[in-house]
């Protein structure tokens, strides 16, 4: 299965939040959405889930026109929020049953969910006399809980305690092995380079940068290296006064030796100098930009 | 159609579960428990504390005027005629002065005294008049009737005759054909349901407001929104506060009518013209009841939706309300006037704010045409699905608005800018 979403626009009023959206993602992936607040992640989502209708553009699934009432959609809204003071497992077999499951059947999978999550003992407690960290599995087992096709994450890590997001780390790996579309929105960089195969950066309402993690990391220059010894002091000695001309800059840093090359295919050539002179090298690697740096860099000039 | 279902029992279980409406229905029951038995309860525990039982076995103190009774057969035949007629007292008869009889009633010695003045004029000395004290009333009636009998014999009818004559009331039969409605008969029942269906729809669509503000406020309705369609949202949750405030009046009625039917006051008042409404009042008061409250209710719940917090409700609604309570205010006029058919209700059943208010109180109280009653139906249903549709579009944009309590003039301009 294959979400497309092309040339999507949308204003409120006088104000464009989304200018020519182009995106997609496919069954067993997982995409993820970057990009400030207020960048219009929520927006497009909301879209998506059949909140908003766009001014322009079109959505399509797996080439045929999207139609939200017969798709089956999980989603964690980045507001967290059920009902506070009704009963755990009766408002998710609630949830259940708006989705369009059998009374029986939501209960089951509820149940499931519960024992899978260690909140079984909890099925008929109040929402409101959890933690917030249990309210938040919680919605996400109300998300899950009909096996939807598509699940969209909105900033799912959020408030959650190191044991309580590796159960939700796991359980969205589950997702991406069970071969569901995973639409992904966090400001927490680690997650999504650790889930996502493909992201797209929004800015001001338009894409500023999209496609597959490891290929935008090699669109980057690869000039910037990483060398680990015990001589690191003599290496940087040697190489401001041998190959100066090829360096821009040389520091040490936590007991590594940064080099920024003015060229990147001047690599060999540094490597193999280091070699001849004998030099005790531990590691020598190409330093690439985390998707922390790629982010700042696009979305410096954002709202 | 599922999902319409889900949503229904979700909220009437919501609804029937929680305190207040437990509370209020209890404590309404109670109450018309209560009220219905409290006459037969008053009336035994004045019994019990010395009342009506004592009253009798007391002898009654009988004086005769020593200047007009000369005869002592006389006095012996107005004892005896007391004692036929009144076998439960004991007549007793006194030479006691005017000042010692009072002190003895005071004492409460003796209940009652009565003092022959002539045969035409009787005083009575009693300590207080209650009102349920009908020994009074039936002496006199007795010694009048006595007082007839004589005259007649005098004229020469047989005695027999003439108590045949004062006894039977009915030598002519009257009727009264009434052209319009009875409006003294209609009038206090009309008054209690149209006050049950203000109370019913102010009580339940704020509730519903609430409802739709709290789910908001914790931010439920962001899930609810997206897992189901806002039709099924909004007229399940609706049509389920119907039916609650539905329940919760047919109880406390349901308990008022069996109580009274059960007591021993259910002969005349109010109630007894609750009991006689005709059945087909009952037909109308559950059609305008349904058609007000939906009307009504689905426009505050789009409000509820509006609002950020639950404080917000009351300025949301305040405008709603007031028209509501206007077409209250409206038909208690009109029915206090008499005048239930002038051209202000005329109009005003045409519009669907009033309507459910004013169609029901022209059609128990005044003269209203079936066409009339058909077009004004018609209209507010119409009006209370294109409301329902509307609400739920409403509901829908509601979600996304936080911030801000959006005006009534927001809400115009962002229809018109087709955000939803």
């Known amino acids: ?303 | 159609m599922r999902q319409f279902k889900s949503v229904f029992k979700f909220e009437f279980m919501t609804h029937i579960c929680s305190k207040s409406f437990i509370a209020i229905t209890v404590i309404g029951m109670a109450v018309c428990f209560i009220m219905s038995f409290l006459p037969t309860f008053f009336s035994d525990i004045g019994s019990a504390i010395g009342g009506s039982e004592d009253v009798k076995s007391l002898p009654v103190l009988v004086m005769f005027n020593q200047e007009n009774f000369i005869d002592e057969d006389d006095e012996n035949s107005e004892i005896m005629f007391l004692e036929n007629a009144f076998e439960d007292y004991d007549f007793m008869r006194t030479e006691l002065s005017m000042s010692e009889i009072r002190e003895n009633i005071k004492s409460g010695e003796n209940n009652y005294a009565i003092i022959f003045d002539s045969n035409e004029e009787i005083k009575f000395i009693v300590e207080k008049v209650s009102i349920d004290d009908r020994f009074i009333r039936n002496i006199t009636s007795a010694l009048n009737t006595k007082a007839k009998l004589q005259i007649m014999n005098t004229y020469g009818i047989e005695n027999e005759q003439a108590l045949n004559l004062l006894n039977s009331n009915e030598y002519i039969k009257t009727t009264v054909d009434i052209t319009t409605s009875d409006q003294t008969e209609s009038f206090w029942y009309t008054y209690i349901l149209l006050f049950a269906l203000y109370m019913a729809i102010m009580m339940y669509g704020q509730m519903i407001a609430q409802n739709v503000a709290s789910e908001k406020g914790t931010r439920a309705m962001e899930m609810l929104i997206t897992s189901a369609k806002p039709t099924s949202l909004m007229f399940g949750k609706v049509i389920a506060g119907a039916l609650a405030g539905f329940l919760q009046l047919f109880l406390i009625f349901g308990t008022a009518f069996i109580s009274y039917t059960n007591s021993d006051i259910s002969s005349g008042g109010i109630v007894s013209k609750m009991i006689g409404m005709p059945m087909d009042v009952l037909v109308y008061v559950f059609i305008f009841f349904v058609l007000g409250f939906l009307f009504y209710a689905f426009i505050y719940a789009a409000l509820g939706s509006l609002a950020n917090r639950v404080e917000d409700i009351s300025m949301l609604i305040t405008p709603i309300t007031m028209v509501y309570v206007l077409a209250f205010v409206l038909c208690m006029f009109s029915m206090a006037s008499g005048n239930v058919d002038s051209a202000l209700m005329k109009v005003c059943s045409y519009v669907p704010f009033t309507s459910p208010m004013v169609l029901f109180v022209r059609i128990t109280m005044g003269n209203i045409l079936m066409p009339e009653i058909v077009v004004g139906i018609v209209i507010l249903v119409a009006f209370v699905f294109a409301v329902g549709l509307l609400a739920s579009k409403i509901y829908k944009m509601g979600v996304t608005m936080y911030g801000n309590t959006p005006k009534f003039k927001d809400i115009l301009k962002l229809r018109k800018a087709k955000k939803i």
């Open chain 1, 1 to 303: 299965m294959k979400i497309e979403i092309k040339n999507l626009y949308k204003s409120f009023g006088d104000k464009e939040v989304l200018k020519n959206i182009c995106l997609s993602a496919e069954s067993g992936k997982a995409l993820g959405l970057l990009g400030r607040n207020g960048a219009g992640k929520t927006t497009t989502i909301r879209i998506l889930m059949g909140l908003f209708e766009a001014n322009s553009g079109e959505i399509l699934l797996d080439g045929k026109k999207y139609d939200r009432e017969k798709m089956h959609i999980g989603y964690l809204p980045e507001e967290r929020g059920l009902y506070t003071k009704k009963k755990i497992l009766q408002q998710l077999v609630y949830f259940g049953e708006l989705k369009g499951m059998k009374g029986s059947e939501a209960k089951r999978c509820a149940h499931d969910y519960l024992e899978k999550f260690g909140m079984l003992e909890y099925e008929n407690k109040k929402l409101q006399t959890l933690s917030k960290g249990n309210q938040q599995k919680i919605q996400l087992i109300a998300a899950l809980i009909d096996d939807p096709d598509i699940v969209i994450l909105d900033e799912p890590f959020t408030g959650l305690d190191p044991v309580n997001a590796k159960i939700l780390k796991d359980e969205v790996e589950e997702l991406i092995s069970k071969n569901k579309i995973v639409l992904f929105s966090s400001h927490q960089m680690n997650y999504i380079e650790e889930f996502c195969n493909d992201i797209a950066i929004l800015n001001q309402g338009a894409i500023v940068k999209s496609g597959k993690i490891t290929d935008i990391k090699k669109s980057y220059p690869r000039n910037k290296i990483n060398i680990g010894s015990n001589d690191i002091k003599e290496i940087e000695k040697f190489l401001l006064t041998n190959c100066n001309d090829l360096i821009s800059e040389v520091k040490i840093v936590d007991e590594n030796l940064f080099i920024e090359l003015n060229d990147e295919n001047q690599r060999n050539n540094i490597l193999k100098q280091l070699s001849e002179n004998n030099f005790d090298i531990d590691t020598f690697n190409v330093i690439e930009p985390s998707l922390n740096d790629i982010f700042v860099e696009h979305t410096v000039e954002g709202i």
